[in-house]
């Protein structure tokens, strides 16, 4: 996958596969990534680690996937 100056959005990034899957694409050159759980405190350690921006969300939830893009 080709993720070179795009942006990424990652749900389930807090930690697992989600997590890794955040760090891969900020390793191969997106140009941002936005990383989204639930978990908020490792959701944070995770954003800070990659340059990237966390939002806390459950995607579940309309309401809350509607901020996730507006974000």
Sequence with gaps: MKVKDKVC?????AGGIGEA???RYAKEGAKGVVVADMDAKRLEAVAKDIKGIAVTCDVAK?????HLIAE
């Excluded at 959005?9 to 990034?13: C, E, I, L, P, Q």
């Excluded at 309309?62 to 509607?66: I, K």
């Design 9 to 13: 959005v990652v749900t389930g990034a």
């Design 21 to 23: 899957i955040a760090r």
């Design 62 to 66: 309309e309401d809350q996937v509607r």
